[in-house]
């Protein structure tokens, strides 16, 4: 006899992998995400109040579906009898209510693929800011509760729900339409919905601040939302590329901490420890990327060095001419200082660290690195190598008072006690 904990157990279980595409279908019926969350959640309370007693149904997706479908029609229903008790006491108000009620009981019975792409793209609009977009994104395809996604990026919760509310209401203020835009605006709209899910992954694989090193829910989240992409979108080679960059950099998680949390830096990682299904999954991703002309697309050239790594079974394997060839093509396709200063790395394990100094003091000075801790610990290093241990230890610090991730401000301050 199933336990009613084992029932509410399941029904969270259920929860998460259906709740995306219940939201999606029902925002296609309501064309508000707000109605539709609020209907999803009806659907859900009334599953914790029936499912304890007749059990989870064999087809639980579906008879959420339904009963949020009974909600909306319900919703439609009473909304439009308000209008026409109003218009009989002469308001003579205009609504947006179906004239006809039965249409809505069609409503969700298309493809849930389309339906999860249109929501991919609606969270995603370049309208709103970057931190609305993770947020909204987040809430409405990750399934994270407010409490989670707060907790994540070390933010109040108050500041996370008014985030996802303003969002919200600026899509329905606009009047953005719910669907997959076309042509220019879609590739724009595009490299919107991918800078969203490579942020989300970023913050988790090297969380920006608070106590550890990562945030592998993040990660998760970020590479689970890129699969649905790229099932939904297969002829698109940035959302394979940017997927095979995740799981190749998902395959290391395990191995770049130790025990008590402290990084590993890649060189000194147990590859043996790497994930090789991610791997394998990651370099088909990046192998169709490249079946469909995206070679030197930004995401497939990222993927394509991770690739590198992976490909190497010890350290010393690796092939780092290649790695500085793919930074090199990388930095004219989407030119930055970042992407300088990383390929002034990949140039130290080929060529040396003066050679890769030489590089980091053309662009040391450049304000986009004016507060970014890794130029100095990058520097630092380079310095260190080439035995200018005071030097070295002046920039330690300097990255340790820059960043805000305690783990990685310890292991700086130790590097800087080293020299």
């Given at each position: 006899?199933?336990?009613?904990?084992?029932?509410?157990?399941?029904?969270?279980?259920?929860?998460?992998?259906e709740?995306?595409?219940?939201?999606?279908?029902?925002?296609?019926?309501?064309?508000?995400?707000?109605?539709?969350?609020?209907?999803?959640?009806?659907?859900?309370?009334?599953?914790?109040?029936?499912?304890?007693?007749?059990?989870?149904?064999?087809?639980?997706?579906?008879?959420?579906?339904?009963?949020a479908?009974?909600?909306?029609?319900?919703?439609?229903?009473?909304?439009?009898?308000?209008?026409?008790?109003?218009?009989?006491?002469?308001?003579?108000?205009?609504?947006?209510i179906?004239?006809?009620?039965?249409?809505?009981?069609?409503?969700?019975?298309?493809?849930?693929?389309?339906?999860?792409?249109?929501?991919?793209?609606?969270?995603?609009?370049?309208?709103?800011?970057?931190?609305?977009?993770?947020?909204?994104?987040?809430?409405?395809?990750?399934?994270?509760?407010?409490?989670?996604?707060?907790?994540?990026?070390?933010?109040?919760?108050?500041?996370?729900?008014?985030?996802?509310?303003?969002?919200?209401?600026?899509?329905?203020?606009?009047?953005?339409p719910?669907?997959?835009?076309?042509?220019?605006?879609?590739?724009?709209?595009?490299?919107?919905?991918?800078?969203?899910?490579?942020?989300?992954?970023?913050?988790?694989?090297?969380?920006?601040?608070?106590?550890?090193?990562?945030?592998?829910?993040?990660?998760?989240?970020?590479?689970?939302?890129?699969?649905?992409l790229?099932?939904l979108?297969?002829?698109?080679?940035?959302?394979?590329?940017?997927?095979?960059?995740?799981?190749?950099?998902?395959?290391?998680?395990?191995?770049?901490?130790?025990?008590?949390?402290?990084?590993?830096?890649?060189?000194?990682?147990?590859?043996?420890?790497?994930d090789?299904?991610?791997?394998?999954?990651?370099?088909a991703?990046?192998?169709?990327?490249?079946?469909?002309?995206?070679?030197?697309?930004?995401?497939?050239?990222?993927?394509?060095i991770?690739?590198?790594?992976?490909?190497?079974?010890?350290?010393?394997?690796?092939?780092?001419?290649?790695?500085?060839?793919?930074?090199?093509?990388?930095?004219?396709?989407?030119?930055?200082?970042?992407?300088?200063?990383?390929?002034?790395?990949?140039?130290?394990?080929?060529?040396?660290?003066?050679?890769?100094?030489?590089?980091?003091?053309?662009?040391?000075?450049?304000?986009?690195?004016?507060?970014?801790?890794?130029?100095?610990?990058?520097?630092?290093?380079?310095?260190s190598?080439?035995?200018?241990?005071?030097?070295?230890?002046?920039?330690?610090?300097?990255?340790?008072?820059?960043?805000?991730?305690?783990?990685?401000?310890?292991?700086?301050?130790?590097?800087?006690e080293?020299?």
């Amino acid at each position: 006899m199933t336990s009613q904990s084992e029932t509410h157990s399941a029904i969270t279980a259920v929860w998460k992998l259906e709740q995306p595409r219940l939201i999606a279908g029902l925002t296609r019926m309501v064309r508000d995400i707000s109605l539709a969350e609020e209907l999803a959640q009806d659907a859900l309370v009334i599953a914790l109040k029936t499912w304890p007693d007749s059990g989870v149904p064999k087809n639980p997706g579906a008879w959420l579906t339904q009963t949020a479908k009974r909600r909306a029609i319900d919703y439609f229903r009473h909304k439009k009898m308000a209008a026409t008790k109003l218009v009989e006491v002469g308001h003579g108000i205009e609504t947006d209510i179906p004239d006809q009620i039965e249409t809505l009981h069609d409503a969700l019975d298309d493809d849930v693929g389309d339906d999860l792409l249109r929501l991919i793209f609606t969270s995603c609009h370049p309208i709103l800011p970057a931190e609305s977009r993770v947020a909204l994104t987040l809430r409405l395809l990750g399934g994270l509760t407010t409490e989670e996604i707060a907790r994540a990026f070390l933010a109040a919760e108050p500041t996370i729900g008014q985030r996802i509310v303003r969002a919200k209401k600026a899509i329905a203020d606009a009047k953005i339409p719910f669907e997959v835009p076309r042509g220019l605006e879609r590739a724009e709209r595009l490299a919107s919905v991918l800078g969203v899910l490579y942020l989300i992954f970023n913050e988790g694989y090297s969380a920006t601040a608070g106590d550890d090193w990562m945030r592998p829910q993040l990660c998760e989240e970020a590479t689970r939302l890129g699969r649905v992409l790229a099932r939904l979108a297969p002829d698109e080679p940035e959302v394979h590329a940017l997927v095979a960059l995740m799981e190749i950099q998902s395959s290391r998680l395990g191995a770049r901490t130790d025990a008590k949390g402290h990084p590993i830096l890649l060189q000194d990682q147990d590859r043996a420890r790497w994930d090789q299904l991610l791997i394998r999954r990651g370099l088909a991703a990046l192998a169709r990327a490249e079946e469909l002309d995206g070679a030197n697309g930004p995401y497939a050239l990222q993927a394509a060095i991770a690739a590198c790594h992976a490909r190497a079974r010890h350290a010393e394997d690796t092939d780092w001419p290649r790695i500085v060839a793919l930074y090199a093509t990388l930095a004219q396709v989407t030119p930055s200082p970042v992407i300088e200063l990383n390929r002034a790395v990949a140039i130290s394990m080929a060529e040396g660290p003066a050679a890769a100094l030489a590089l980091i003091d053309t662009i040391k000075d450049d304000p986009a690195l004016k507060n970014y801790h890794l130029l100095y610990g990058v520097r630092g290093d380079m310095l260190s190598k080439l035995g200018r241990h005071t030097e070295a230890m002046l920039e330690f610090r300097r990255a340790a008072q820059l960043t805000h991730n305690e783990r990685e401000k310890t292991y700086l301050l130790n590097r800087a006690e080293a020299g």
